[in-house]
């Protein structure tokens, strides 16, 4: 299938600079039928070459562009073999204390200890001796205590263009509302919008406490939109973790897991992240903890475009893995790819709420999760969930995963 040619770019600052999608390369658009004005049909194996080409150009351009945010951030982030991470320190699971003591009498000092309480489990983060990076410290710790499971404190980044300045505008802090679902987003802060007339209670997990984003506004407006923009769960409410605060290391893995922990032990049933980020040891236990108790992850299988690693938490085999179509019901060729692909959703062509109150274009796998999400919360109460949203697919095709759904839930992008 040949897709149209892309047109966005991220900007803004903050929870912006960390999405790091570059722009998506032009690709051929589809000739109208007769060839009007001259057009002509590539040849398709000619297509295929310029797909392959534009798709091994945004993986590479992705990570230039997380390498330029390492540069720009050297106090508080470094590089790992896998992505972005928090500078100088590990976290441990669980760390059996004579392991532990193996590992401080080697150098390593514990400098936190925190209870994920509600998902069972506990973190200890563990500054390595000077000079070692986090890569080189987590082989050391696999020599020493083989069975200590550690990780780096991987960035986990939004998953779509158009949305992702940081405002300034007061956060909203509603609580109460209707008798709609109770629906967890973990993104950024969201502001006020007349879309929003739910109940919505929020909490920050950084250092910097709640700041509004721009991306995690849009992503509320589509899970709970009423009015302007079309949601799929409209007044639902809203329990929103904001793990980005404006923080330079917003959307850690510890901050991820922190975030996971509070919807659980709140009750939420359904829980959209719209955030991809490596695989990481810690963030995989909390995801399968939390579907344990009977809660679904619903994220996006990213914005890195085939060529690049699978993503997650969408690539863990206890999330509900979502990607993206256009208004033609094409995939959208910077989406990832998972091991696993449960549905396909409306995430380009559209419009979704902006903090200053009006509408912006939107685009990415981002904004296909909350819609997955609001209309999975429909049917928490049933034998089956998963099953019952099976029966709401408007088309099933493979390149879906069990089906498109919420295809009529796209908010028409406003006119200039």
């Given at each position: ?183 967890g987003l973990i993104d950024g802060g969201v502001a006020s919008h007349p879309a929003l007339r ?219």
């Amino acid at each position: 299938m040949i897709l149209a040619a892309l047109a966005t770019s991220l900007s803004g600052a903050g929870v912006a600079t960390a999405q790091l999608l570059p722009r998506a390369p032009q690709l051929p658009s589809l000739p109208s039928v007769g060839g009007v004005g001259g057009e002509v049909l590539r040849p398709v194996d000619g297509l295929r070459r310029d797909v392959g080409r534009a798709t091994q150009r945004l993986a590479r351009e992705r990570r230039q562009a997380l390498d330029a945010l390492v540069r720009a951030h050297p106090e508080t982030l470094e590089m790992t073999r896998d992505g972005p991470a928090v500078r100088g320190e590990v976290v441990a699971m669980d760390p059996d204390p004579i392991l532990l003591a193996a590992v401080e009498g080697a150098g390593f000092a514990v400098i936190g200890r925190e209870a994920v309480e509600e998902l069972g489990f506990e973190l200890v983060r563990l500054r390595p001796p000077a000079g070692l990076s986090v890569d080189v410290a987590l082989a050391r710790l696999r020599r020493l205590a083989p069975g200590l499971e550690a990780s780096a404190d991987h960035l986990h980044l939004p998953s779509g263009a158009g949305a992702g300045a940081v405002t300034s505008s007061g956060t909203v802090v509603q609580r109460g509302g209707g008798g709609g679902p109770v629906i967890g987003l973990i993104d950024g802060g969201v502001a006020s919008h007349p879309a929003l007339r739910g109940g919505i209670e929020q909490r920050g997990f950084t250092a910097a406490g709640l700041q509004p984003s721009a991306h995690g506004t849009a992503v509320a407006s589509l899970i709970a939109g009423d009015g302007a923009v079309r949601g799929a769960a409209p007044g639902a409410r809203l329990k929103v973790a904001d793990i980005f605060g404006g923080a330079r290391t917003g959307g850690s893995a510890t901050n991820l897991v922190r975030a996971i922990n509070w919807m659980v032990g709140s009750g939420v049933r359904v829980v959209a992240i719209s955030l991809a980020g490596p695989n990481n040891a810690i963030v995989a236990r909390a995801v399968a903890e939390a579907h344990r108790r009977g809660t679904y992850v619903v994220a996006s299988v990213g914005n890195a475009g085939p060529a690049a690693p699978p993503s997650y938490p969408a690539s863990y085999p206890e999330s509900v893995a979502v990607t993206a179509v256009d208004s033609r019901g094409r995939l959208l060729i910077e989406a990832g790819r998972t091991p696993h692909l449960d549905y396909a959703a409306p995430g380009a062509d559209m419009a979704a709420a902006d903090p200053n109150g009006g509408l912006r274009v939107v685009r990415g796998t981002s904004f296909a999760v909350p819609l997955v999400a609001g209309r999975l919360a429909r049917h928490v109460g049933s034998r089956d969930p998963l099953a019952a949203l099976d029966g709401e697919a408007s088309a099933r095709d493979r390149r879906y995963g069990r089906g498109l759904i919420c295809a009529s839930c796209r908010t028409p992008p406003p006119r200039n």
